[in-house]
């Protein structure tokens, strides 16, 4: 069974700082990949999505990069965090056959910014 | 801009009782999904319906699309205090998902 793992659970970060957050996949191959921030009491906003190795799609201009180094590995970066990074991030992913559309997320990663 | 808008924002009910949910959406689909939020954890996949289905049911779910109002509803029968928890609607194209502010449903023992 396919399973997504995602580091660390919380973080506290003072402004300016850098940041690494990383989305595993385990028991899939070739997987569409996404990261999406949502704020307290609010929908979920796309940040980026990957349907393959080194192929990233960015949907919200800002301060935020991600990388695709290995088929399932997903990462969030930041070379310097604002105030307004703060949030809970989660990672997900989709099967990369043509017709699949659920998408399943991982537990999730609170980064307070101070 | 958000593709769902779901209805209510917020719904308190009593254990046992049925919890109604809808969902509008703007643009044309091929599918509209529904997913589940226990606080401070990940969302969790409940139901997919697509374009040329008008009623869906998995457990005790039951969503209904009518593509001609651009909207869903999902419907939650004898609603248990493990149902408490918020409710997205989701529309998207191939790849991508637009979800909703969702509905943060209470249902109290």
């Known amino acids: 069974s396919q399973t997504i793992h995602q580091w660390p659970a919380t973080l506290v970060q003072p402004v300016g700082s850098p940041l690494s957050l990383e989305c595993t996949v385990e028991?899939?191959?070739?997987?569409?990949l996404y990261w999406y921030r949502q704020a307290a009491g609010r929908g979920l906003q796309l940040l980026f999505y990957?349907?393959?190795?080194?192929?990233i799609s960015s949907e919200v201009p800002q301060n935020l990069s991600a990388s695709r180094p290995q088929d399932r590995q997903f990462i969030l970066s930041s070379k310097k965090l604002l105030l307004s990074d703060s949030g809970f991030y989660l990672c997900?992913?989709?099967?990369?056959?043509?017709?699949?559309?659920?998408?399943?997320f991982g537990p999730g990663t609170r980064l307070t910014v101070t | 801009s958000q593709q769902g808008e779901e209805d209510p924002q917020a719904l308190s009910i009593q254990e046992g009782e049925n919890a109604t949910m809808n969902c509008s959406y703007k643009?044309?689909?091929?599918?509209l999904q529904w997913y589940r939020q226990n606080s401070g954890r990940g969302l969790v996949h409940l139901i997919l319906?697509?374009?040329?289905?008008r009623e869906k049911h998995s457990g005790r779910l039951r969503v209904t699309l009518d593509t001609s109002k651009k909207s869903s509803s999902l419907l939650i029968t004898a609603s248990r205090a493990a149902d408490t928890a918020s409710y997205f609607c989701?529309?998207?194209?191939?790849?991508?998902?637009?979800f909703g502010k969702g509905t943060l449903l209470t249902v109290n023992p």
């Open positions: 997900a992913w989709r099967p990369g056959t043509v017709g699949s559309y659920e998408q399943y």
């Open positions: 028991g899939t191959s070739n997987p569409n």
């Open positions: 990957s349907v393959g190795i080194g192929q």
């Open positions: 643009t044309s689909i091929n599918n």
């Open positions: 319906i697509r374009s040329n289905e």
């Open positions: 989701a529309t998207g194209s191939n790849y991508k998902l637009t």
